[in-house]
């Protein structure tokens, strides 16, 4: 869940900080999301993936279905 909530956060800090000079509303941001620098969609990314690790819990379960912190 927390990756799939980091893609439309991304793209919307990145419409709030850096709007397009042309028109800085937010449909023109979506109407023009191809013209984004490579680098931000890969900013992008690895908010997803930070965003999935982070969401994922911080205890492991075994295959025996305990905790790993019980051992």
Not at 8 to 19: A, I, M, N, R
Not at 28 to 39: K, T
Not at 41 to 62: D, E, H, K, N, P
Request: aromatic fraction near 12%; hydrophobic fraction near 45%.
């Amino acid at each position: 869940m927390c990756a799939l909530l980091a893609v439309p956060l991304g793209l919307l800090t990145e419409w709030k900080v850096e709007p397009f000079v042309a028109d800085d509303s937010l449909g023109y941001f979506v109407r023009h999301l191809h013209e984004l620098q490579p680098v931000t969609f890969v900013m992008i990314g690895l908010g997803v993936v930070f965003a999935y690790w982070i969401g994922r819990g911080s205890t492991r379960r075994s295959a025996n279905g305990r905790d790993s912190s019980e051992d």
